[in-house]
C-alpha cells in the first residue's frame, strides 16, 4: 500500500468552476502537509503548506486538514485555464525532512 | 523565495555513457539538497538526500554506484548517472533545503532535467 494516495485523474473543468482536489495517507506520522503545482516539463513549485487540522486560506486556494481521517484536500475556486497543471501532495514527519508525494491529479481548466 | 537551478536542462546521450548533471542554490546556502525522479505520469521518487561534506543517503533500491552524488559546496550538487540505459530516460529533479529561510523550512525545488538515453 502507498503511503499516500491520490487520484491521477486527468481532471477537466470548465472556467469559473471549483476544483477539488484530495489525497489520502497511511502514515499518522506525517505533519505538514503541502500542495504543489507542477507546469509541464517543469519543476514543482508551493502553493499550500500546513501544519495542523483546519483550513487555510490563500486567495482562490483553500487547503484542509483532517488529521484524523488521514485526509487532505485543496480548493481552487474560479479555476482559470492558467491554473491547468499537475497538482501534486506531499506530506513529511517532520520540518525540512525528506517529502512523500502522491502521484499527482493532471487538471484542465477550459476557457 | 531561493532559487535552485539545473544544468542542464535537457540531455540526450548514447547507452553506456555517463551524464552529470548540476543543482545549484542561488544567492543561498543549502545544507542539504535531495534528488528526485521522476517517469511521464507518474510522481516525484526520492533518490537520495545529499549533505554537503558527507556521503549521500539513498533510498531503497537505488544504486549508488549508478547514481554517484556529490554535494562539495553550499551551493552545488551534482548527480552522474553512469553507463545510462533507456531505462534511466527520465526527469531529474533537484530541491534546496535552507533551514530557516521560510516560516515553514520549505524545500525549494529545481526546474528539472530531462534524460533521454538511446
Known amino acids: 500500500q502507498k503511503e499516500v494516495e491520490q487520484d491521477p485523474g486527468p481532471l477537466s473543468v470548465p472556467e469559473g468552476a471549483i476544483v477539488s482536489l484530495n489525497c489520502t495517507y497511511s502514515?499518522?506520522?506525517?505533519?505538514?502537509f503541502m500542495w504543489y503545482r507542477q507546469y509541464s516539463r517543469k519543476g514543482p513549485e508551493l502553493l499550500m503548506y500546513?501544519?495542523?487540522?483546519g483550513n487555510k486560506e490563500d486567495g482562490r486556494f483553500t487547503a484542509q486538514v483532517d488529521k484524523s481521517s488521514k485526509y487532505i484536500s485543496l480548493f481552487i475556486r474560479d479555476s482559470q485555464p492558467s491554473d491547468s497543471a499537475t497538482y501534486l501532495c506531499?506530506?513529511?514527519?517532520?520540518?525540512?525532512?525528506?517529502?512523500?508525494f502522491g502521484e499527482g491529479t493532471q487538471l484542465t481548466v477550459n476557457p | 523565495g531561493a532559487v535552485v537551478s539545473q544544468h542542464p536542462s535537457w540531455v540526450i546521450c548514447k547507452s553506456g555513457t555517463s551524464v552529470k548533471i548540476e543543482c545549484r542554490s542561488l544567492?543561498?546556502?543549502?545544507?542539504?539538497m535531495f534528488w528526485y525522479r521522476q517517469f511521464p505520469k507518474q510522481s516525484l521518487m526520492l533518490m537520495a538526500t545529499?549533505?554537503?561534506?558527507?556521503?549521500?543517503?539513498?533510498e531503497q533500491g537505488v544504486e549508488k554506484d549508478k547514481f554517484l552524488i556529490n554535494h562539495a559546496s553550499l551551493t552545488l550538487s551534482t548527480l552522474t548517472v553512469t553507463s545510462a540505459h533507456p531505462e534511466d530516460s527520465s526527469f531529474y529533479i533537484c530541491?534546496?533545503?535552507?533551514?530557516?529561510?521560510?516560516?515553514?523550512?520549505?524545500?525549494?525545488f529545481g526546474p528539472g532535467t530531462r534524460l533521454t538515453v538511446l
Open positions: 530541491s534546496a533545503f535552507i533551514p530557516g529561510l521560510t516560516l515553514h523550512n520549505e524545500q525549494f
Open positions: 502514515n499518522s506520522a506525517f505533519q505538514y
Open positions: 500546513t501544519y495542523s487540522s
Open positions: 506531499a506530506m513529511e514527519r517532520g520540518s525540512g525532512s525528506r517529502l512523500t
Open positions: 544567492d543561498f546556502q543549502a545544507t542539504t
Open positions: 545529499s549533505n554537503e561534506g558527507s556521503k549521500a543517503t539513498y
